[in-house]
């Protein structure tokens, strides 16, 4: 076994600038590259089901298909939250970071030369295992190398990546796109955005090598991490692929693949909670306050995917406005991450240097976004047709609480366990709260089609966030030492 790199408090000031600073820069670049991978699937889909082309395009249900391949995907990215924190926590914390932006941006290069429908589905969860591996990691890192003082600010302002890679691979993909068709590539020019972003993801997962290397504790054993991640992600990609093939043959509906991987899932969480009980760690890793945050944070996973998911479609059909303009409307909950991650982070730092406790922020924050969402829910419900600039208001002013909230109980999270362990905690932490981004989705498309409404579901998720701020109330927070 090798021992985990060390991970001593980095001097606020050296002579090349101040290194925990570097190190937002490096992982904020890690989440652009990340999210922009996996959110190009969605528009490189939607271009073959429009242009009837490739092996989505050409299929007879090519939205089911579509749809099918995503879903997948996101089933892999969640089955390895533990494991990459898991094993971060036993060979290093860099090298796992390192590891899965090489890993994905190989993957992502593959998924553009491949040729067949298995072996696209293949790559993409393969794409989603290495991905996995990247948050807990991520956090991890922040919470050790950044002063106590600016740690929240840290998990913030790095998370806010995610909104930036969300809008580069929605608006950069059909430019790739329009690129390759402008080289006569034709019914190819798919290819061609997995290609150019596997490229970028390669040069960011170099350049955190070089910073690590340089900045961070020296040399990288990149060697073990990878072997072991091959190790665990072998057979979860052949449990995702016999479930793709099952579904595939049997016809089955989103909604039953959905109800597969959530119970894939289940029996993956149940495994690791057994094996947990019977170690010491079981008593901070599965300790009464964290598991209320694990359970809990389900609700942020749910909003965030249900919002993510069918908000373009919402605002379309209520509104009855263009494809363009509904994206365009629901543009603003995304892009209110920009400014609600760190904003979030640096008031929940306010807080602690003042004495206080961040746990007052996230029960309000959750507090206020709730009630935002049900703002939304009776803008939707009357049955007249709503203005696309109330619409957009709604989900900027809600998206600013929601990502605002998200830092403040990572950084709870992170103060419940010992730092040797802070990489298991957000594995755990994503692992268990994912089954709401897998039950969102299904879930609010059926109630939309048994009710003839989106007010319903819209209501549900506003209901289930508000839940979640009376779990918070019975956690007991502990506030770390300020340097």
Known sequence: MSAPSPTPFLPTRTTGGTPYRGLWVMLLLGWVVSYADRTLTGPVVSWMIANEVGFIGEATDPRALGGLVGSLFFTGYMLTQYPGGRLG??????????????????????????????????ARVLTGLGEGVFYSNDRTLILTHTPPRRRTLGLGVVISGLSIGLTAGIIGTPLLISWGSGMNLGDEAWRVPFLVFAVVSAIVGFGCWAFFHRKLGGRLRMGPPLLRLLVVSAPLLAAVLLLFVVAEKLRWPTWATALGSGALAAVVIAVIVLRLRRTAEAATLLGRDIVIVYIAYTAILWNLWFFSFWSVEIVRETANSSLLAAALTAAFNAGAGILGFPVGGWLADRALRRGQGRKPLLVSFTVIYSLLVFAFALSISDGEKPSLLLLGALLFVSGLFFNALQPIAQGITGDLVPESQRGSAFGLLNLISEIGAVASPVVSGVLRDVTGSWAVGTWVAGGIMLTSAVLYLFVRERTPALA
């Open 89 to 122: 926590d036993r060979f290093g914390h860099r090298e796992m970071i390192v590891v899965s932006l090489l890993w994905a941006a190989v993957m992502t290069a593959v998924s553009g030369l491949v040729v067949g429908l298995i072996a696209f589905v293949g």
